[in-house]
Nanobody, 126 residues
Framework: QVQLVESGGGLVQAGASLTLSCAAS????????MGWFRQFPGKEREFVAA????????YYAASVKGRFTISRDNVKNMVYLQMDSLKPEDTAIYYC???????????????????WGQGTQVTVSS
């Protein structure tokens, strides 16, 4: 059974930093393309960042590029999202996701992912 468990969310002030972590267990899913998405109340999940299986390439949504950094540690089966210069509009539930097929690409659409974590709340106050 594949499990993705996010942690690291919380309440911070605008301008602060947070690092989200995603721990993978089951079938060592961190050797697959992974991504972070977020969901605002009443909205569809939106893409935040994606990383290839090796960690050699990453892609970001325009709204977070330059502020957020995705990384992974395949030895520890972890994926991270470093979030700097947080804004109130970053307030959302953040989800970690994993593909079920290993390849060399990154993916930016939610339907391309097979496994999801339960989400972690990030709240940024002004």
């Amino acid at each position: 059974q594949v499990q993705l468990v996010e942690s690291g969310g919380g309440l911070v002030q605008a301008g602060a930093s947070l690092t989200l972590s995603c721990a993978a267990s089951g079938h060592t899913r961190t050797n697959y393309p992974m991504g972070w998405f977020r969901q605002f109340p009443g909205k569809e999940r939106e893409f935040v960042a994606a990383i290839t299986s090796s960690g050699g390439s990453a892609y970001y949504a325009a709204s977070v590029k330059g502020r957020f950094t995705i990384s992974r540690d395949n030895v520890k089966n972890m994926v991270y999202l470093q979030m700097d210069s947080l804004k109130p509009e970053d307030t959302a539930i953040y989800y970690c996701a994993s593909r079920g097929i290993s390849d060399t690409f990154y993916y930016i659409h939610s339907h391309e992912y097979d496994y999801w974590g339960q989400g972690t709340q990030v709240t940024v106050s002004s």
